[in-house]
């Protein structure tokens, strides 16, 4: 039973940094793709960041140079560094995997991935 369960949200001021973390129990395979996605308030749910078992990362062009996807070496913690946040960055911040080969052109479709976590909501003033 694959579990992926989010942390490290909070508020905090503009400009500042927060670091969040999927811890992910469960998971077994040898292949997989993981992402962050975040949904605003009266807004659709969005990529962020996504990672694949090769090591290769993806990042929402808007975000880049502010935020980096990691995960430790265990491959039991997925991170997504947050820098110089602006209120725009305020959503709930899901972490999100699936053991399929996904094309990169669709690490960002919601229906790419089969497992989620609950979210961590971010709020940055």
């Known amino acids: 039973h694959v579990q992926l369960v989010e942390s490290g949200g909070g508020s905090v001021q503009t400009g500042g940094s927060l670091r969040l973390s999927c811890s992910v129990s469960?998971?077994?395979?040898?292949?997989?793709?993981m992402g962050w996605f975040r949904q605003a308030p009266g807004k659709g749910r969005e990529g962020v960041a996504a990672?694949?078992?090769?090591?290769?990362?993806t990042y929402a062009d808007s975000l880049k140079g502010r935020f980096t996807i990691s995960q430790d070496n265990a491959k039991t913690t997925l991170y997504l560094q947050m820098n110089s946040l602006k209120p725009e960055d305020t959503a709930m911040y899901y972490c999100?995997?699936?053991?399929?080969?996904?094309?990169?052109?669709?690490?960002?479709?919601?229906?790419?991935?089969?497992?989620w976590g609950q979210g961590t909501q971010v709020t940055v003033s």
């Open positions: 999100a995997a699936t053991e399929r080969t996904v094309l990169s052109a669709l690490v960002f479709d919601e229906t790419t991935y089969n497992y």
């Open positions: 469960g998971y077994t395979y040898r292949t997989y793709c």
């Open positions: 990672i694949v078992s090769d090591g290769s990362t």
